[in-house]
């Protein structure tokens, strides 16, 4: 079977997309759309297809099992609520939304329809992820020590938290939700903040820096740092403690250090097959390739909301 695909949004993360759906047998890529003509008519006249300037004459005029939705934060909803209500399924790149209120009326939809659904949480299908989740199995964790650190993305609407959430919305997402898929559900967090190192970018309002505990139920506890002022350095993964050893998750490899240290790199392409996950779906109805879905991914958006919200009020919050 043919899946044939459309495009909200044409932009950076939409590219790596459309480069790997090129390498997926069953995908048929068939047209663009983007609020920048431009972007939308460069991705048509390279996977072929056709491009659009509006989502709505996209789904008019097209036979589209299936969309991606890459948005801004702060764009997503019409999108997704319309590709719905004509019965197509979906690919939603993180965060799902900027408010828990903009998310739930979109889940509510997606619930009511029985839509297919996938969210790009695409650390949830490393295969260095795969084994430490294995290893965690066997044995009872302590704490985890999370970071993601860096400079600000160079997109105007980022650095407006209205827009973007803030850092812990839109960039450190991956690693709460990363942290929720090997260690479980969050019950409450603390989160602490730092500001006033970037009072020479106009119209920013985000936090240059962030530090959030959490406690899980499980027992777990974590601490996961954030910061988007660092002009050199920085780090980003997760570090996870057992008892008998610790494990460190990097976007490029997995070090296991026990009586010894063994570290395996990355092996596979975790978009190519987060994107396979969602084609093999629509083509067969067997939807246990995907590992994050929306309403998966709004429990990693409520999470990284509520530790906003206690950096802002500077008391816990409850998940």
Request: with cysteine; charged share 20%; glycine share 10%.
């Amino acid at each position: 079977m043919t899946v044939r695909i459309g495009f909200v949004g044409a932009g950076g993360i939409a590219n790596h997309h459309m480069r790997s759906l090129t390498q997926v047998q069953e995908a048929e890529m068939v047209a663009f759309c983007d609020v920048d003509p431009e972007k939308a008519r460069s991705a048509a006249s390279t996977h072929g297809g056709r491009n659009y300037s509006s989502f709505d004459l996209m789904y008019d005029n097209e036979n589209l099992d299936g969309v991606y939705i890459c948005v801004p934060p702060f764009a997503h909803g019409d999108a997704e609520l319309e590709a719905v209500r004509r019965g197509l399924a979906l690919f939603v790149e993180k965060p799902v939304a900027a408010t828990a209120h903009r998310a739930d009326e979109i889940l509510k939809a997606v619930e009511s329809s029985g839509t297919v659904t996938s969210v790009g949480y695409h650390w949830r299908y490393m295969d260095t992820v795969e084994r430490a989740k294995q290893l965690i199995g066997t044995g009872a964790v302590g704490f985890a020590v999370g970071a993601w650190e860096g400079g600000m993305p160079g997109v105007s609407w980022w650095r407006r938290m209205e827009q973007s959430g803030g850092q812990m919305v839109e960039q450190t997402t991956h690693i709460f939700d990363l942290a929720r898929y090997l260690l479980g559900e969050v019950s409450r967090v603390h989160a602490f903040s730092r500001t006033g190192l970037m009072a020479d970018v106009a119209d920013y309002s985000v936090h240059d820096a962030c530090v959030t505990n959490l406690e899980f139920d499980s027992g777990v506890i974590a601490s996961i740092t954030s910061a988007c002022m660092l002009s050199a350095g920085g780090q980003v993964g997760l570090d996870v403690f057992l008892k008998d050893q610790i494990l460190r998750i990097t976007s490029m490899g997995l070090t296991v250090v026990g009586e010894g240290e063994e570290t395996l790199s990355l092996a596979n392409n975790p978009t190519a097959c987060e994107d396979q996950a969602f084609v093999e779906a629509l083509a067969s109805g067997d939807v246990s390739g995907i590992r994050s879905d929306y309403a998966d991914a709004v429990k990693t958006l409520k999470l990284t909301l509520g530790a906003t919200r206690s950096a802002i009020e500077g008391k816990p919050v409850d998940i």
